[in-house]
């Protein structure tokens, strides 16, 4: 049997060197264009960043040894330009030489790959415009570094491109990487893509996202790079990493059937149309797993599979290739990032049902060093569970994760199934409870309907008319929160029911989905309609990015010119003590309520250098600081841990400080109010004032007397102790804002029909935002004495207080109101 082989790196040696093992006495010829056979063209990027120093630890293996070991006959530096499917043969040139000759076969496998793809814009073939394809285009990059490239440009946000720029960064090259569709790593999920973008920003990597490149032009030496929105960016080189397309030249040429998405098509056995051609690799089509539709996945495992399998099939054997899912993964400075089948947005072009969830475990035991909460998203059927596919971006044990899911949706497993797969672990590695089967219990917990799921999507379209719940910390919302929401924290949740309304879904949230989980479970079983916010808010501002929340008043992120200008060298030099802060493994809101207790024990001038593994604590510190007057300093990113510099400013407020409640307001312009009336629509407008007054920077203190507390009553039995006139007194009173009637026409439904589908807030959700804003409710004393009302009958966070108290808060007020 003669057998040929077209192409000589992961498909076509692969088939070679199957076939040789199957079949001794086989006559085996590969033919490469270029200068190298079997080499690593997946470590180029590497080379070029210093990593892999040593360029000939790149060329696995050389003719000669193939030759010595598989008596291989492989022919660099030899193209093949022409099958006769008739004659069973192909014309071949020797490059150097010039020389043409044929060559007969009994099989031919044809392995050419894919092709870098050159849009075909102006300027486009300029000499420092490169590819990175082979161990040439590794060598002219290198070239161009070595001669003093100071600057480039990658044009994609792919696999390669992200690789690009960062071993161009790891060279001290300035590197602006384009990407026209608004995501880095087009095969995750825009917002699992996310985090790997603030990475590559963190390390100086200038992201143009959603924009594409116009036109090459020469200037002054150096090669400007045109974008379509007008930008320019100066660099020495370019690296155009824009993808790939399947090399047809001679597939097309020779009749071969080509598919519907342009690769070579074959049947499960790697066959052409053609019986004695066999094809695999990048160049052919194949079929995706969980979409089962043809697809192109240019992947190096696919690859050498295809081909081990086209060589078994040509010895005779029948072997099958079903399907390719896609697993990829990809290292972005310390981050990892990947995924292994369908992703959402696959699944929404196929249309196909899917339900998700997303979690962010740690990669091992928070308490063991070096662990840091990950990004996962698990799509799957929604009637069985059938994994679909799984995406993981974090810091340690992704590829593990990755690994795992991938078995698992090759396996066809069922999300329940990942509930009880049992995973290594000792704390180093794991934790006894995998994140592979913590999604596995969230995932199962959606499909029995012992969860229900909200997502940053939905905001704020879809959840106008629903009670937004953030059971974080006071600090943590006091730092950032969903705009609109109220908080109620967790520990404090069954104290404060008659605060949330029976009427209205309830969306809870926290940080990652835990604590809103048990408040879910809390209220569900009280009877509340709830869902609870999948990913927390780690996901949402993944999802919403910064500045793109809509009326986000704080960016939970710093843009990158803020980083830039954090440089640690900008330091000055500091006047006080510094004080060092481990907050490593501790999960939200640990690091920063940690953080606000060391703080409140320093001076001012003081600084305070606190790492955390929770990769939000960049954006809760730097939130936190700017919220209560704090300096940071610096942050830096030393592997999975975040370090932040903070400098205190003025002194905290102790309750501030301890509880965070509310920033010190000294020099604030004060509006106070009597609120008497009991009316529904008086006590509306005064919170409506109250609230408006507060977001437009004033203080606000209410002070509620008679028939006002009503508005601040709790439901339920009155208090133990009580006078039999006490007792019909409150009675007989309205109990609770919920309970007020109109001051005229008596029609209180009616009217809370009318606010709701008018989008306006309700009473208890307006004193809710009220009190969380930081409106001071004070209740007069001795209202509370003629009606007979303990404190415990009212809600909480208010202040009781005397007319004394009233007129000291009005002595600086610029406005006070009798309502
Ligand atoms: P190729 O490896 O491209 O080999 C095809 C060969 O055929 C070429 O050498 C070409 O010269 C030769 N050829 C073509 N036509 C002819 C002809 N007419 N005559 C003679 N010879 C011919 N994949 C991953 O899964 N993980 C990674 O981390 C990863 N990193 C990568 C990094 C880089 C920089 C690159 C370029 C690719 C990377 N890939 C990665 C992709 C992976 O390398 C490819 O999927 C895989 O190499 C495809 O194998 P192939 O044999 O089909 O094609």
Request: net charge negative; hydrophobic share 30%.
């Given at each position: 049997m003669k057998m040929l082989v077209i192409g000589g790196v992961a498909a076509g040696m692969s088939a070679a060197a199957r076939a040789r093992r199957l079949d001794e006495t086989a006559s085996i010829i590969v033919f490469e264009r270029g200068d190298f056979v079997s080499f690593a063209n997946c470590g180029l990027p590497y080379h070029i960043g210093g990593k892999i120093a040593d360029r000939d630890q790149l060329l696995l293996q050389t003719p000669q040894s193939l030759a010595a070991t598989l008596n291989l006959d492989v022919r660099t530096g030899t193209e093949v330009e022409a099958i006769d499917r008739a004659a069973r043969q192909v014309r071949v040139r020797e490059l150097a030489a010039g020389k043409t000759y044929t060559e007969t076969y009994d099989k031919l496998v044809l392995a050419p790959g894919a092709a870098p793809l050159r849009p075909p814009l102006p300027g486009i073939d300029h000499p420092r415009i490169c590819v990175l394809r082979n161990i040439a285009d590794m060598d002219r990059i290198q070239k161009l570094l070595e001669e003093g490239a100071k600057a480039a440009v990658v044009i994609g946000g792919g696999y390669i491109g992200v690789e690009m720029a960062e071993n161009l960064r790891e060279r001290g090259l300035a590197v602006d990487l384009v990407e026209m569709v608004d995501q880095v790593m087009p095969p995750l999920d825009r917002e699992m893509a996310r985090p790997l973008e603030n990475h590559l920003r963190w390390h100086g990597v200038n992201l143009h996202l959603g924009v594409a490149a116009a036109a090459f032009t020469e200037s002054e030496g150096r090669l400007r790079t045109e974008l379509v929105n007008g930008q320019m960016l100066m660099a020495d080189l370019v690296i155009l990493s824009a993808g790939v397309k399947p090399d047809l030249r001679l597939a097309r040429a020779a009749g071969l059937a080509i598919g519907p998405r342009g690769g070579i098509q074959v049947d499960q056995h790697m066959r052409t149309n053609d019986p004695h051609i066999y094809a695999a690799g990048d160049a052919v089509e194949v079929t995706d797993l969980a979409l089962c539709c043809p697809t192109l996945l240019p992947l190096a495992g696919p690859a050498n599979r295809q081909g081990r399998i086209a060589g078994e099939n040509v010895c005779g054997r029948h072997t099958v290739y079903t399907a390719t899912q896609g697993t990829a993964i990809v290292k972005v400075f310390e981050m990892t990032g990947g995924g292994t089948g369908a992703n959402e947005k696959s699944l929404q072009r196929a249309g196909i049902n899917y339900r998700k969830i997303y979690l962010h475990p740690s990669g091992h035991a928070g308490y063991y060093p070096g662990s840091a909460p990950m990004n996962m998203k698990v799509l799957f059927a929604p009637g069985d569970g059938k994994l679909l596919g799984a995406q993981v971006v974090g810091y340690d044990g992704v590829d593990k994760r990755l690994d795992v899911l991938a078995t698992a949706i090759r396996a066809g497993l069922?999300?329940?199934?990942l509930e009880s797969l049992e995973l290594a672990y000792a704390p180093p590695y794991g934790s006894a409870k995998d994140p592979v089967n913590m999604a596995g219990f969230i995932g199962t917990n959606l499909l029995h309907g012992d969860l229900e799921l909200w997502y940053p999507e939905e905001y704020p379209d879809q959840t106008r008319n629903a009670v937004l719940l953030d059971v974080r910390s006071a600090m943590e919302y006091d730092t950032w929160h969903i705009p609109g929401a109220v908080n109620i924290p967790l520990d404090k949740l069954r104290g404060n029911l008659d605060r949330l309304p029976r009427g209205q879904t309830i969306l809870v949230y926290c940080k990652v989905g835990f604590r809103s989980y048990l408040a879910y479970r809390l209220l569900k079983q009280r009877g509340y309609d709830v869902k609870t916010l999948s990913g927390g808010t780690m996901t949402f501002c993944n999802y919403h990015r910064t500045g793109i929340c809509p009326g986000t008043p704080e960016p939970p992120l710093l843009s990158y010119a803020e980083e830039r200008q954090l440089a640690p060298a900008a330091a000055p030099p500091v006047p006080g003590r510094v004080v060092e802060l481990n907050c490593a493994g501790m999960q939200c809101p640990g690091p920063i309520r940690r953080l606000a207790e060391t703080m409140q024990g320093l001076q001012t001038g003081d600084e305070l250098i606190v790492s955390a593994s929770d990769p939000g604590f960049t954006a809760d510190g730097a939130a936190w600081c700017r919220h209560f007057g704090h300096t940071l300093v610096s942050q830096e990113q030393a592997g999975p841990l975040v370090r932040l510099r903070i400098r205190k400013g003025g002194p905290m407020q102790p309750a501030a400080a301890a509880n965070s409640d509310k920033p010190a307001g000294a020099g604030k312009p004060r509006k106070t109010m009597v609120v008497?009336?009991?009316d529904l629509d008086k006590v509306l407008a005064a919170f409506v004032i109250a609230n408006g007054a507060v977001s437009m920077g004033s203080e606000v203190v209410m002070f509620f007397t008679f028939w006002g507390i009503n508005a601040l009553r709790r439901s339920g039995p009155q208090a133990p102790g009580k006078t039999l006139l006490d007792r019909i007194f409150g009675w007989m009173m309205p109990q609770g804002a919920a309970a007020l009637r109109l001051s005229q026409m008596h029609m209180g439904a009616l009217m809370r029909r009318v606010m709701r589908a008018k989008q306006v807030d309700s009473l208890p959700g307006m004193i809710a935002q009220a009190q969380a804003a930081g409106v001071k409710l004070v209740v007069c004393s001795m209202s509370m004495d003629v009606m007979g009302l303990k404190r415990e009958e009212l809600i909480d966070g208010l202040e009781i207080g005397g007319v004394a108290a009233f007129l000291g808060e009005s002595a600086g007020a610029d406005m006070t109101l009798f309502i």
């Open positions: 069922q999300v329940h199934d008497f009336s009991g």
